[in-house]
């Protein structure tokens, strides 16, 4: 049992799993024992795998899971309505609302919708939305609503669908109007527009405006 964590912590070194990786592979075997000692009745585990799904619904078919933004990048982001003017945001996996809610209720008169499709993100979102008659909650696969209209398009999605976020939003934000903003992941293949600092830390946004000449290769 000794060998087995530390086996599976060199393994993940080797692969360079990201660093946090360790401590989950050196517990995970003790955990599942002493869980076993404790003789738990079986729904105890249903009921953890059935919650862990409803929060990251569609990741075991490449969703991006939920993580939350912090407060900081709400402000940032007011700054971009506010020099842009705009009307109307939608965000991409709006997740609990970290994002949406404090920037409805700086701007009230700003329409916004907020689409998530993981059940247990989307009723605290919905939840907490209640009282916000700016903002519409969909529970929807975010690569099947229409951006056009939009004045902002917000994402803080991952690297690996930021490709197929450029092909939608080429496609879809009018070319007049729209601007991207992607928190954290540039898209790979296109100019951007703008880059906006978050605070203190590392994290930024790109923003990005569509149409042909916007395109490195395209
Ligand atoms: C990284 S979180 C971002 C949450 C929120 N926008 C924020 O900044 O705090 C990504 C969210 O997108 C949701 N999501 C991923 N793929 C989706 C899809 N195809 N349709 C709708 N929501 C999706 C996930 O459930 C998750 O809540």
């Not at 692969?15 to 105890?44: E, M, T, Y």
């Amino acid at each position: 049992m000794g060998l087995q964590p530390l086996l599976a912590a060199v393994l993940s070194r080797w692969v360079r799993q990201p660093v946090w990786w360790l401590p989950v592979h050196l517990a995970f075997l003790p955990a599942v024992f002493l869980a076993s000692a404790l003789n738990l009745p079986s729904w105890i585990y249903l009921l953890g795998f059935s919650l862990l799904l409803s929060v990251f619904w569609g990741c075991a078919k490449g969703d991006v899971p939920l993580f939350l933004s912090s407060v900081a990048v709400g402000d940032e982001l007011a700054g971009v309505i506010e020099r842009e003017g705009a009307v109307s945001l939608i965000d991409l996996g709006a997740g609990v609302g970290s994002v949406v809610i404090p920037v409805a209720k700086q701007f009230p008169n700003l329409k916004i919708t907020a689409v998530e499709r993981a059940p247990i993100p989307y009723l605290i979102l919905s939840w907490r939305c209640r009282q916000l008659n700016n903002i519409t909650v969909r529970r929807e696969d975010f690569w099947s609503c229409c951006l056009e209209g939009y004045d902002i398009v917000f994402a803080f999605l991952s690297p690996s669908v930021m490709q197929r976020l450029d092909e939608k939003c080429q496609n879809e934000i009018n070319a007049k109007t729209g601007l991207l903003v992607s928190s954290s992941f540039p898209l790979p293949n296109r100019a951007v527009a703008s880059v906006v600092g978050v605070g203190q830390s590392a994290l930024k946004l790109y923003c990005y405006r569509f149409g042909r000449s916007s395109s490195f290769y395209s």
